[in-house]
């Protein structure tokens, strides 16, 4: 082969061009490294399953898990809820006072110093605003009828607030007081919930927003409309309508708007970025110093659904808290990764089996043989041990072992009776019968598929036929109460404090009484236990409830959902805690080392 | 500069003569008919018929071991049944020494013996698949055939019939599938028969919506079919329309139609995997391949047993439907040299002869 | 030709309006969007339900409520007319906005996956198909099943497992011991030796000097901490540009073609100049930079190959723009690893580059190619999971197609008339085979927009098929059809484009106006 001129003068580029590069090697690039993270607070990844979306997280489509946790962290209010499950006051936001128990009156004052992020104080108008919007005051919606209007579209429990009549506002411009027209037991809880209806909206920009003049002109306007009827619906009030629909949709948002009126904060936390569907940034609010003061400069949440990936994520290093839903193999793929901490505890919803009060079980000997072949402890055995090797059934209708009066109401409520399998016993009290029971579950459930599969195992040793009842999850629960079926398993949730989802289950009748349910004593407590102020005596209530429904052999509590949290052992400070707030309860105790 | 010399000349005719050879070589087949030689070049893939035997083996082994239609197995427990755990769930079988013991592939966490359920799954998958193959070249053949042989406007109407088809997200299909086997209140025979065989009515829907593909094929194959020499010839001879179609026109399409319903059907074992997965497939407590997969994903770092072997099931049915479709489009198209080791060792000396020229320095230049 | 169009554009409106009804109704009927409030026992429950209902309109049966709902979705026909309305999902988000989020997150996870998927797959196709029944062929049968046959959840999980978070604490101190590096070694020469195919001598050949390379470069790499501080330096790229440059040669023109050599040696030696003139420029890129930079590197290139003419000008001009653009390339990839080590040791990343999940870090900050190196190191993972499981496909299609086409008589014309073989298989085979393969990947386009759900999910993007699948399992029809109209519009456009360039590419096929 021979060369060109050209080959060799290649050649000879070639030859330069490495002796050239042989004196200046890689230099590497002159890329600045950018610092800007790590100040002395540090910052901690959290992740949520969902997408943040709204940053009013009271409102019926704004009340998602991830909403509320971040409203949470950037907003204040009069209480907040404890991993004991109590009511905890933050007294350096403001003080509740009850001035009066008949009428049940209470007043709230705002402490002087207390703002928004813009520098506006928190005012009677914002306490005002957040009344208006939890109270369904002004509602005069039948929804049967199609007549009337429903305002403000709150996912809060508005029957409470109901109860009180326009509130009276202090002179200082920053108190109000509520008068209840009869008792109401879980008052604490009516107003200024955080993540439900807690001072988290402005009013000073909804007013703007709506366009009234400002919040004084908010204030005359809600003083000047009178309560709602649905019995006699009023034409749609425009300004009303306007705050209203801002208040309800004006903050849903999937990333940060333009205009930073629209997230003020008045908490530790302000939010700095969003990513939609993937992050939310939070740092801290300068002036905050109206509660617990955060430790941690930037908490980073990020979107993350399935389980495993949020686990991988973590030992990735991507995130440093997780809350992954709970199975077996989650937790023992968290125990295997180092230098992370695990907390196993329980959520506030529970799966129970409730039979019907008719049909084949409407006989009560019936339903104390089904359910003395219910293999409780098998199924907690099997389904939960592995995941909480300390789980053990759950033995009352109404508490969580999380709350001071469970233990002493499991002893006298007759859960006793159903601890083990009683065969021979069931057998008797059938008395050579057979009869033939449905059982109604969601299948996409596997804990419930798994539940059912045990119970059918061991009901059919006493003589019970079982047939499988259970339905894909968008059907089961339309078909819940419509007599398709004679017994169920299927979960409700503990509200952890307060009374009132009591009555909603239990008393005849109710709106989520499915099996037909009735006791003339169980009614009586329950009418005395709503307008009961006073935790004790509620407590006492309860009790006797909790007894009757064990008694009539309503059906049995199988087992509160496990959960497990996990983070780095570079974080310190989280705790486990039952309800929704989770681990962000005491996210002002986090501190990354 | 690249002017072809002389050898290469050379060396292209002698390639040529060689191809020829190989060419009449394989032509022993004269005499035959298509089935014939079909079924002789199919004999001689190897990959197709490692694939067929596995399949056989474990369409035996899943028909037979926790029984079917009402007939049971031999094997000792079902897919629903709880038996206590033995040693934690993990599998009792070892290779060496080979021993099936109780649990041969584990039971899950309440103890459902896991040989039974992945046997139910493959079963129920190869339900599924077998039902969308069959319905879906049915339908596929026969709309793709009637239009592909009237054109006009019945081929306008059917054309974009599959069109608007063809453009329905499969999922939402399946969705609302799941929702009709579900439901068990209304107590029409379909709802009944639906809540007891929600993977044949599952299968039965899949294929009806996966035809489309199969008959854009088959129309093209009969658009060109339509114009040859001997339709034209038995359509002077006074052939009907039918006798046309089925004597003359599909025998020659069934290739098509064959290799392409065998490529759905493994397309549909991981179409039903995915709807499972997704919560859209089989419900619990009945199960199948992908039920199994998608409820254990979360298993397979720590208890891999109720992971692996309901994978690896799916797996083999793929991959030997797979190579038998592969067997199969080869066998049927005539253009593809017949399959043989001693022929494909030649064919390669043939091709490497042929690309000599390109790898050797030419002396000329 | 303009009827055609018009034809086929008015059919597709009517398809799209009646599968649109199909899907509504089915969707709304696929479901309870109430099921969740049904089992609650919040004392709220009823006005939580009322609120669903109105928000969603349950109260007007289905079939009304598409009409409604096309009202809205008609006005995005008016241009500027900004009063496009699909509607709310469930949570109170309007459509349109969900879409654009959705849409942006799904381009970005499967348009790098699919166009290397559908590079390799044509590639390994056409090089199956030309050793047809090989035991390459039948090797990459059947790992193209295997991928295939794979959940891809599970993929995506072994991918992080051992792709994220194993290298990156391999990243912690990147050395290779000398088993693993001969072992890799080993496995790549084996892979060569199958690959090159022949004769047992020249495979033993091919193998043994894979084997040896590999195994050589892995100890570099681990004595130098390369994976820690990599970089390329101009004395590897003009050893690559120089491999480039004749493997480019080959391919387009034969290496007999000696113009075409010189000019893409030519093109590399600029290169390797080019290196040092563009570093300070590069410092400051920016996309569009990167963008124009490649063009002026083709034109470079092919004005090289125009004025080293030879006997076939155009063979030499595609030769060197090509090597160009490869050459630039390289440049680019050798300033990307210069910004590692900062990017790794940047304390948003806190020395864990590779990324199990999102489309970024969130906060970092930085310049081009810091940013740019997050994109990629989260995009990685879903993108070698994607292109591992639509694989098969593309391969298996490309190579019956390939087969089809070497079996014609034109095929036989073009060899007995003393083509080489590189002519015949680049000139006249590879064209024709991809004519078929054009309407595949028209086809998958409108897929592609649909998203990949599970892979979505694993790796915790929400984009098209999230927005899909969520709607159908709240039964929640809005977000179910505007991710319908996105994907059945782009199919039905891309395979009117199909079937224009069907006919512009086959001369057999013509269009009926």
């Known amino acids: 082969m021979r060369f060109g001129r050209t080959s060799k003068a290649v050649g000879a580029a070639a030859i330069l061009a490495l002796a050239l590069s042989a004196c200046a090697g890689n230099t590497g690039g002159n890329t600045p490294s950018t610092t800007g993270a790590a100040k002395q607070g540090g910052s901690v990844g959290v992740a949520e399953t969902n997408g943040f979306s709204s940053f009013n997280s009271g409102t019926a489509d704004g009340n998602s898990d991830v909403n509320g946790h971040i409203g949470y962290a950037t907003h204040s209010g009069f209480i907040y809820i404890d991993d004991k499950l109590n009511i905890v006051r933050n007294e350096k936001f403001g003080k509740i006072e009850k001035l009066s128990d008949n009428p049940l009156t209470v007043k709230y004052t705002v402490n002087e110093g207390v703002k928004w992020s813009d520098g506006t104080p928190v005012s009677a108008a914002d306490l005002l605003l957040t009344w208006a919007s939890g109270s369904a005051y002004y509602d005069d919606a039948d929804s049967k009828a199609k007549t009337g209007t429903t305002y403000f579209k709150t996912a809060a429990d508005t029957s409470g607030l109901n109860l009180t009549d326009f509130p009276e506002l202090g002179s200082d411009g920053r108190s109000l007081t509520l008068k209840y027209s009869k008792p109401f037991a879980d008052w604490e809880l009516a107003y200024s919930f955080p993540g439900n209806g807690g001072v988290d909206v402005p009013a000073h920009i909804v007013a703007q927003k709506a366009g009234l003049k400002d919040a004084q002109a908010l204030i005359d306007l809600l003083k000047g409309i009178k309560r709602g009827d649905s019995k006699s619906p009023q034409p749609v009030n425009p ?90 193999d989650t937790v023992d793929q968290i125990k295997q990764l180092s230098g992370v901490k695990m907390l196993l505890g329980n959520q506030l919803s529970y799966d129970h089996l409730d039979l019907n009060f008719s049909g084949p079980l409407a006989d009560k000997n019936v339903r104390e043989a089904f359910l003395k072949t219910v293999p409780r402890k098998d199924i907690v055995d099997k389904i939960i041990k592995k995941i909480d090797p300390n789980a053990k059934p759950l033995d009352s209708e109404l508490f969580v072992p999380a709350q001071a009066a469970y233990a002493d109401s499991v002893k006298n409520n007759g859960s006793s009776a159903y601890q083990d399998v009683d065969i021979d016993g069931a057998k008797k009290l059938l008395n050579g019968a057979t009869p033939e029971i449905r059982i109604m579950y969601n299948k996409d459930n596997p804990n419930r598929v798994d539940a059912y599969s045990l119970i059918r195992e061991s009901a059919t040793k006493a003589g019970f036929k079982i047939v499988d009842g259970g339905l894909g999850k968008a059907d089961w629960s339309s078909h819940l109460g419509d007599g398709s079926y004679d017994a169920t398993i299927f979960g409700w949730i503990n509200s952890g404090v307060g009374v009132s989802g009591t009555p909603q289950i239990f008393k005849t009748g109710a709106g989520s009484n499915y099996n037909g349910f009735s006791d003339a004593d169980a009614d009586k407590a329950m009418d005395t236990l709503i307008v009961t102020t006073d935790k004790a005596k509620q407590d006492d209530l309860q009790k006797q409830i909790d007894a009757d429904i064990w008694k009539s052999g309503y059906g049995v509590p199988l087992f509160q959902s496990p959960d497990v949290k996990a983070f780095s052992d570079q974080i310190s400070g989280v705790t486990s805690m039952p309800n929704q707030t989770g681990v962000w309860w005491n996210f002002w105790d986090w501190s990354r080392s | 500069m690249s002017q072809p010399t002389q050898e290469e000349e050379l060396l292209a005719q002698q390639a040529l003569a060689e191809a020829a050879a190989i060419q009449t070589g394989s032509e022993v087949t004269s005499g035959l008919s298509q089935g014939q ?43 629903v049944d709880v038996s206590p755990l033995v040693n934690d769930g993990t599998p009792t079988s070892s290779l060496w020494p080979f021993a099936w013991g109780e649990h041969p592939f584990g039971q899950d966490r309440i103890g459902r013996d896991l040989f039974a359920m992945t046997m139910r799954g493959a079963q129920q998958s190869i339900t599924v698949m077998l039902l969308i193959g069959g319905i879906a070249g049915a339908i596929g053949a026969i709309v793709g055939g009637l239009a592909g042989y009237f054109r006009g406007w019945v081929e306008a109407t059917l054309m974009r019939l599959t069109d608007v088809i063809i453009i329905i997200p499969l999922l939402l299909l399946a969705a609302v599938v799941g929702q009709i086997a579900n439901r068990r209140d209304e107590g029409s025979w379909l709802t009944g028969f639906a809540a007891n065989n929600g993977v044949v009515i599952l299968g039965i829907f899949l294929g009806f919506v996966s035809w489309v593909g199969l008959a854009r094929l088959v129309r093209g194959e009969f658009l060109t079919l339509r114009e040859r020499e001997f339709v034209d010839a038995a359509r002077i001879s006074g052939a009907s329309n039918a006798r ?63 992971f692996w072997f309901p994978g690896l099931f799916i797996i083999l049915i793929c991959l030997s439907i797979n190579f038998i479709g592969d067997g199969l489009r080869d066998a049927f198209d005539p253009r593809q040299k017949k399959f043989r080791a001693k022929s494909a060792i030649e064919t390669a000396k043939h091709s490497s002869a042929t690309t000599a020229p390109v790898t050797r320095t030419p002396k000329g230049s | 030709m303009l009827t055609y169009i018009v034809r086929r554009l008015v059919t597709a409106a009517l398809i799209l309006l009646g599968a649109s009804f199909l899907v509504y109704l089915l969707t709304a009927l696929s479901g309870d969007p109430l099921q969740d409030l049904r089992a609650s026992n919040a004392p709220n429950r009823q006005a939580l339900m009322d609120a669903r209902i109105n928000l969603l309109d349950l109260d007007t049966p289905a079939p009304l409520r598409y009409f409604k709902w096309l009202g809205g979705a008609a006005q995005c026909l008016v241009p500027f007319g900004n009063a496009c309305n699909l509607g709310k999902n469930i949570a109170g988000q309007p459509i349109t906005e969900a879409l654009g989020f959705a849409l942006v997150q799904t381009l970005t996870l499967v348009t790098g996956a699919t166009v290397l998927a559908i590079l390799i797959g044509i590639s390994l196709g056409i090089v199956t198909a030309l050793r047809q029944y090989s035991a390459l062929d039948y090797g990459v049968t059947f790992m193209a099943f295997l991928f295939f046959s794979l959940p891809i959840f599970w993929v995506a999980v072994l991918l992080k497992e051992f792709g994220a978070i194993g290298f990156n604490d391999f990243l912690r101190n990147p050395e290779i011991p000398p088993a693993v590096a001969l072992g890799i070694g080993a496995v790549l020469g084996l892979i060569g030796a199958v690959v090159v195919g022949g004769a047992v001598k020249r495979r033993l050949i091919v193998g043994g000097s894979v084997f040896a390379a590999v195994s050589l470069v892995l100890f570099y790499f681990s004595l130098t901490q390369w994976f820690r501080n990599p970089g390329l330096g101009p004395v590897i790229i003009a050893i690559m540009g120089a491999g480039i440059a004749v493997g480019i040669t080959i391919l387009v023109s034969g290496l007999k073609n000696r113009k075409a050599l010189q000019s893409s040696l030519i093109v590399v030696g600029i290169g390797v100049i080019a290196y040092f ?27 090289v190959g125009y004025f080293m003419g030879g006997y076939d000008r155009g063979q030499s001009m595609r030769a060197a723009g090509l090597t160009a653009f490869l050459v630039g390339a390289l440049l680019v990839v050798d300033r990307f690893m210069q910004a590692w080590p900062s990017y790794f040791n940047n304390s948003r990343v806190r020395g864990r580059p590779i990324a199990t999940i999102g489309a970024g870090t969130p906060n970092i900050q930085g310049d081009f190619w810091i940013m740019s190196t997050d994109t990629l190191t989260h995009l990685v993972l879903p993108t070698i999971a994607l292109i591992l499981v639509s694989l098969a496909s593309y391969t298996r299609f490309t190579r019956s197609s390939m087969l089809e086409i070497m079996n014609m008589d034109y095929i036989r014309t073009a060899r007995a008339k003393g083509l080489s073989e590189r002519s015949v298989i680049m000139g006249h085979a590879f064209r024709n085979a991809l004519i078929p393969i054009a309407t595949i990947v028209a086809f998958d386009i409108g897929a592609l927009i649909g998203g990949a759900v599970i892979t979505e999910t694993v790796f915790s993007v929400r984009g098209m098929g999230f927005l899909f699948i969520d709607g159908l399992l709240h039964t929640d029809p809005n977000p179910v059809m505007g991710v319908f109209l996105c994907v059945a519009i782009t199919a039905m456009v891309f395979n009117l484009i199909a079937d224009l360039a069907y006919s512009a590419l086959d001369p057999r096929v013509r269009i009926k106006a």
């Open chain 2, 244 to 306: 046309i179609i089925f004597k003359h026109i599909l025998p020659n399409a069934v290739g098509v139609l064959i290799v392409n319903v065998t490529l759905t059907m493994s397309a549909a074992i991981l179409l039903e995997t995915a709807l499972s997965y997704l919560g859209l497939g089989v419900k619990a407590p009945d199960t199948s391949l992908g039920l199994l997969v998608a409820q254990n994903q979360e298993a397979f770092a720590t208890r891999p047993w109720l």
């Open chain 2, 37 to 79: 030689i079909v079924r002789k070049r199919f004999f001689g893939h190897t990959g197709a018929l490692i694939g067929l035997a596995v399949f056989a083996v474990i369409f035996l082994l899943a028909f037979t071991s926790v029984g079917a239609f009402g007939i049971p197995g031999w094997w000792k427990y079902n897919h």
């Open chain 3, 277 to 303: 003139a563009v570093q300070p420029l590069l410092n400051d890129a920016t996309g569009l930079m990167i963008f124009l930079l490649a063009i002026a590197t083709i034109l470079v290139g092919v004005a």
């Open chain 1, 239 to 328: 300004q009303l309508k306007a705050v209203a629909d801002f208040w309800s949709t004006g903050f849903e948002s999937k990333t940060l708007p333009s205009d930073p009126n629209m997230y003020l904060s008045n908490g530790p936390y302000i939010i700095k970025s969003v990513v939609p569907e993937q992050s939310v940034t939070l740092v801290r609010n300068k002036d905050y110093n109206w509660g617990p003061t955060p430790k941690l400069d930037e908490i980073v949440v990020r979107t993350i659904g399935a389980a495993p990936a949020q686990v991988q994520a973590l030992k990735n290093g991507e995130v440093d808290i997780i809350n992954p839903q709970a199975s077996a």
